[in-house]
């Protein structure tokens, strides 16, 4: 496992947001952005090694499930979407063994990093952090994989406001 993953608590807990991210993803950005390039792509092994650890429990409600195959990967993904009553998000994700490290890294670190968010902040979360997590050269390798779960994510969090906005108008 990498150094740097085991550090991820304590790297930049003293440093303010910019305000573009929430919280938890900009301490994962802050970590990505002090490694070099060989120490970040063992980092994004790790949060690969450790995607099973944001599947669902035993004992989880979710308010929107979507599980699906789609043409931009390689096995089924799903996504499950608990909002609780103060109207914070949790995403769980599902990954077929087919599915690439890439993605089960971005996985991994958007579950954790997006945490406690609401899903207006999610959906209106801007991609470009994605880059400063994996660097140019593996967004311009492997563009459509990295930026996948964030669109499954931001998707669920859209058709889950949709549906809370037809439903006060009901």
């Not at 390039?37 to 979710?62: C, H, I, M, W």
């Not at 991609?127 to 990295?146: P, Y």
């Amino acid at each position: 496992m990498s150094k740097a993953f085991g550090k991820l608590d304590n790297v930049g807990a003293a440093l303010p947001s910019d305000g573009s991210y929430p919280d938890k993803l900009n301490k994962i950005i802050s970590l990505f952005e002090m490694l070099p390039e060989d120490e970040r792509r063992e980092t994004l092994v790790s949060y690969a090694d450790n995607a099973k650890k944001q599947e669902p429990r035993e004992g989880e409600n979710f308010v929107l499930v979507d599980v699906r195959k789609d043409e931009e990967c390689m096995d089924t993904v799903g996504v499950y979407l608990h909002v609780d009553e103060n109207g914070k998000a949790q995403i769980r994700m599902t990954l077929g063994p087919e599915v690439q490290t890439l993605t089960r890294s971005m996985t991994a670190i958007l579950c954790k990093g997006l945490e406690g968010s609401t899903p207006r902040e999610i959906l209106d979360l801007p991609s470009d952090f994605v880059t400063r997590i994996v660097g140019a050269e593996l967004v311009r390798i492997r563009s459509q994989t990295i930026y996948y779960v964030l669109t499954r994510i931001k998707s669920i969090c859209k058709v889950y406001l949709d549906r809370q906005r037809m439903a006060q108008v009901a």
